[in-house]
């Protein structure tokens, strides 16, 4: 069984930055790749940002150019660093596993979310 924990998330004023990690543990060795989604108020969850194990990059037009998605050495914990933020970044953010690239489909396992809040 594979748990995912999200941390760093919080209050941020528009433009600041906030780095959201993603730990994989349980079996990390199954998860070839790794993904970030959001849900904001009164919107269904979307795909923020995905990684593969080839390092394979996707991202959402609405955060091209402001958000970058990492992974360790190791492959288990996967970073999102956010910059330029501004209001529409509002939400809870997720971490998902195993992100199916080929799709841009999210897969079965969900950490608990972290709260992301940008003011104006």
């Known amino acids: 069984q594979v748990q995912l924990e999200e941390s760093g998330g919080g209050l941020v004023q528009v433009g600041g930055s906030l780095r959201l990690s993603c730990a994989a543990t349980?079996?990390?060795?199954?998860?070839?790749?790794m993904a970030w989604y959001r849900q904001g108020p009164g919107n269904e969850r979307e795909l923020v940002a995905g990684i593969t194990r080839d390092s394979r990059k996707d991202y959402a037009d609405s955060v091209k150019g402001r958000f970058t998605i990492s992974r360790d050495i190791t492959g288990n914990t996967v970073y999102l660093q956010m910059n330029s933020l501004k209001p529409e970044d509002t939400a809870v953010y997720y971490c998902?596993?195993?992100?199916?690239?080929?799709?841009?489909?999210?897969?079965?396992?969900w950490g608990q979310g972290t709260q992301v809040t940008v003011s104006s």
């Open positions: 349980g079996s990390p060795f199954s998860i070839p790749n």
């Open positions: 998902n596993a195993p992100y199916v690239a080929a799709t841009l489909s999210a897969g079965r396992y």
